[in-house]
């Protein structure tokens, strides 16, 4: 059996790290797998590993430094608006709603709902949006 290669090491060390980033998305371990990967190139080219160690603490910091503040303001540029903007708006009911379930589709997005007015509304007529608790939109008649 073969022995890994240096350069395999750091990318799968990179992939750990990417992938650790998703449970703590605080767009640092994110830079350490992007400085891994600048790694593996320099072990592929068959640099020293010390060499490769000084790449990865230099990279670190340039990513850390430079990209980490632009991946944290991309990351809230691209938050999407909270559900706020679907109040006031039509949706159109695809589960029977009565006050305690039902179901609602608004701009191609399903949502729990529950009907505000103490009325049911049957699947294929349009409600409109009055408030929203976490995921449950809450509705009366359009």
Known sequence: ????????????????????????????????????????????LGVSSLI????????????????????????????????????????KVIEKVTQSEGRIAIFGEEWQAKSLDNEEYQIGEEVKIVKNDSIVMYVQKA
Do not use: H
């Open 52 to 91: 490769q160690v000084i790449v990865f603490a230099i990279f670190s910091a340039i990513f850390i430094i430079w990209l980490r503040p632009f991946l944290i303001r991309k990351r809230e540029s691209d938050t999407p608006e909270t559900v706020e903007m679907y109040i006031g708006k039509t949706a």
């Open 1 to 44: 059996m073969e022995t890994m290669s240096l350069w395999q090491i750091w990318c799968i060390a990179g992939i750990v790290l990417c992938i650790t980033e998703i449970f703590t998305p605080a767009m640092f371990l994110l830079n350490l797998g992007f400085a891994c990967f600048v790694s593996a190139i320099f072990a592929a």
